[in-house]
């Protein structure tokens, strides 16, 4: 196949897929940068121009190893109170919060005494702490090398694979190799690459020519994640045998883009040359690999995913998929303002005959739309694949997180949730400060913030539910706009403050930071597909007379304390008074 033509299909690929080959070619800048150079981190350099005092966190690290503790502490501390005095930004402050305190430790180094003292107190000995130290810090890195960096090139190859043959590739298909739990066997292979070609390395040529011997590894095992190391390599050189100049000559082509992008700060690198000179060296394997079955018929024992490289015919996905035959019916809608709700916010007004037999049938709908790509042959189909792939989130289904909710069960979890943040900053303030306070403007046993969040994220995304990394975002953005809004009225209203965030790392106006945020994405995550369903599933066992003479109940009560606390504001020392 001449370069043309491989370069002829590896744009075609990059224009169907442009959006999840810019994100594949950002993730991989990180980890090359971040990872790259595994024990640098360790390495007692004085060089750092980063900071007014020239010290750096190797300077702590150096004085740890040539000095003691002490020594460590004072450089450490130095450098945190500098780069604290030198911050002028009001938003990414460094005086409060945990974010504050993670980035403080790190960019000064005083995480590097905090695990020596550590150790320190447990074997005794100064020096041996010290050492003890760098070989963790070592073994951190060497790890995070060897589960994430080293493998990457295998989760990318097999993911542009199959964007050459689908239309669309899943999201999800980053963790394919902790779906078949080959994610370990495929790092060994990769680690025995790596010590093969720092060995070849050593000699005159032998580390060019293996490099193109070794070329194809990352390509084999996205294809076939289950052959040994040894096997792995052996079938690259087979494949490689008159092709590595070939090879060479193909990513001298790119030498051009290449030096355009160290021209454009590596900006035309990620978002044109990268992803086409990845597509096209996929090309280029697809090539090799059809020349070597060509050339000779054993190799088929090693190529066994065949649906990689053309989709399978409909009667085979039929098999594959049976529930596809009779899941496909989308149910008919609930009509009028029953409907809007339900299809926009998952709101239920109530719970009679025709909406238990609605959810029935929108439940096996949604199962089927979760396949409907790889039903469709759009998508891989990942039933078809050699090895037998674990089922996704087959606990999480069970309970069910796309259903809807009626009215009652919605109130009543208002109040759950509202009742857990309250109970969440009360205990938060009896652990740090050991003082009782009732936290929140309102007087009774909850915080409605964190309730009129969980309802929002749980009806304002309910269409995006089935997009969990999406959704991680909007709650972001949701909490993010409810806990900002919500302190600027109630400071308007009061003149007072309720929470303050000021000092701390990322924080806007000291009402929002991104410390508050990811506890809020993370929790609202644990509501929206676990907490929810689960809550409305116990609440669906009470009696609805009940259910209906409770929620009543407690919307008097608040109503009664939320008019109280308008004239009268619960205030006072741990609640808007914070010195």
């Known amino acids: 196949m001449k370069r043309k033509e491989i370069k002829r299909k590896a744009k075609k690929v990059m224009k169907r897929h442009y959006g999840?080959?810019?994100?594949?070619?950002?993730?991989?800048?990180?980890?090359?940068?971040?990872?790259?150079?595994?024990?640098?981190?360790?390495?007692?350099?004085?060089?750092?121009?980063?900071?007014?005092?020239?010290?750096?966190?190797?300077?702590?690290?150096?004085?740890?190893?040539?000095?003691?503790?002490?020594?460590?502490?004072?450089?450490?501390?130095?450098?945190?109170?500098?780069?604290?005095?030198?911050n002028s930004s009001a938003v990414f402050g460094r005086t409060n919060g945990v974010m504050a305190a993670l980035?403080?430790?790190?960019?000064?180094?005083?995480?590097?005494?905090?695990?020596?003292?550590?150790?320190?107190?447990?074997?005794?000995?100064?020096?041996?702490?010290?050492?003890?130290?760098?070989?963790?810090?070592?073994?951190?890195?060497?790890?995070?090398?060897?589960?994430?960096?080293?493998?990457?090139?295998?989760?990318?190859?097999?993911?542009?694979?199959?964007?050459r043959t689908y239309k669309y590739v899943a999201h999800d298909r980053f963790l394919f190799l902790s779906r078949v739990r080959k994610w370990s066997h495929v790092a060994w292979v990769r680690f025995v690459e790596y010590v093969y070609g720092s060995l070849w390395s050593l000699t005159i040529i032998g580390g060019?020519?293996?490099?193109?011997?070794?070329?194809?590894?990352?390509?084999?095992?996205?294809?076939?994640?289950?052959?040994?190391?040894?096997?792995?390599?052996?079938?690259?050189?087979?494949?490689?045998?008159?092709?590595?100049?070939?090879?060479?000559?193909?990513?001298?082509?790119?030498l051009g883009w290449d030096m355009l992008s160290v021209l454009t700060l590596g900006l035309t690198g990620i978002f044109y040359s990268a992803?086409?000179?990845?597509?096209?060296?996929?090309?280029?394997?697809?090539?090799?690999?059809?020349?070597?079955?060509?050339?000779?018929?054993?190799y088929q024992k090693f190529f066994k995913d065949t649906y990689l490289y053309r989709p399978a015919i409909p009667s085979l996905l039929q098999q594959a998929y049976p529930e596809g035959i009779r899941m496909h019916q989308k149910p008919k809608s609930l009509g009028g303002i029953r409907g809007f709700l339900v299809n926009w916010f998952g709101i239920l007004l109530k719970n009679?005959?025709?909406?238990?037999?609605?959810?029935?049938?929108?439940?096996?709908?949604?199962?089927?739309?979760?396949?409907?790509?790889?039903?469709e042959g759009l998508q891989y189909p990942t039933r078809l694949f050699h090895i037998p792939e674990t089922e996704k989130r087959s606990r999480l289904a069970l309970l069910d997180p796309l259903r809807d909710y009626n009215i009652w069960s919605l109130i009543l979890m208002f109040f759950i949730f509202s009742g857990i943040g309250w109970f969440w900053e009360v205990s938060l303030h009896l652990i740090t400060d050991g003082v009782f306070v009732n936290r929140g403007a309102l007087y009774g046993p909850?915080?409605?913030i964190y309730g009129s969040g969980g309802l929002l994220i749980l009806t304002l995304l309910k269409r995006f539910r089935t997009k969990?990394?999406?959704?991680?975002?909007?709650?972001?953005?949701?909490?993010?706009?409810?806990?900002?809004?919500?302190?600027?009225?109630?400071?308007?209203?009061?003149?007072?403050?309720?929470?303050?965030?000021?000092?701390?790392?990322?924080?806007?106006?000291?009402?929002?930071?991104?410390?508050?945020?990811?506890?809020?994405?993370?929790g609202g995550m644990a509501f929206i597909y676990v907490l929810a369903p689960v809550f409305d599933g116990w609440i669906q066992k009470i009696r609805p007379l009940v259910l209906k003479a409770i929620c009543s109940l407690l919307l008097f009560v608040f109503i009664c304390d939320s008019v109280y606390a308008h004239f009268v504001p619960n205030a006072g020392e741990g609640i808007t008074d914070y010195e």
């Open 352 to 375: 009679g005959k025709e909406e238990r037999e609605y959810e029935r049938a929108n439940h096996r709908f949604l199962q089927y739309a979760s396949l409907k790509r790889e039903i």
């Open 275 to 298: 992803p086409y000179k990845a597509c096209a060296l996929a090309e280029y394997y697809v090539y090799v690999r059809q020349c070597s079955l060509e050339t000779d018929l054993s």
């Open 446 to 448: 909850w915080l409605p």
């Open 20 to 86: 999840l080959l810019i994100v594949i070619c950002l993730l991989s800048a990180l980890l090359a940068g971040n990872l790259s150079s595994t024990f640098s981190t360790v390495q007692t350099s004085n060089e750092s121009a980063s900071l007014p005092s020239q010290l750096s966190a190797n300077e702590v690290l150096q004085n740890l190893i040539e000095e003691d503790l002490d020594a460590g502490k004072v450089v450490a501390h130095q450098i945190q109170q500098e780069e604290i005095q030198s």
């Open 208 to 254: 060019f020519i293996k490099h193109y011997s070794y070329y194809m590894i990352p390509f084999i095992l996205a294809e076939n994640p289950t052959l040994k190391a040894n096997e792995t390599i052996r079938l690259s050189r087979m494949m490689m045998k008159g092709h590595k100049w070939e090879c060479c000559k193909l990513e001298l082509s790119f």
């Open 103 to 163: 980035v403080n430790s790190i960019s000064s180094g005083s995480i590097y005494v905090t695990l020596t003292a550590g150790i320190h107190t447990i074997i005794g000995s100064e020096n041996l702490s010290i050492w003890c130290m760098v070989f963790l810090v070592m073994a951190f890195f060497f790890l995070a090398w060897f589960f994430i960096q080293n493998i990457f090139a295998v989760i990318v190859q097999r993911m542009i694979l199959e964007a």
């Open 468 to 522: 969990p990394a999406l959704t991680f975002v909007l709650i972001l953005v949701v909490c993010g706009i409810l806990e900002y809004t919500t302190s600027y009225v109630m400071e308007m209203n009061t003149g007072l403050k309720w929470w303050d965030y000021t000092g701390y790392f990322l924080n806007v106006n000291g009402r929002i930071c991104a410390e508050g945020l990811l506890v809020f994405g993370i």
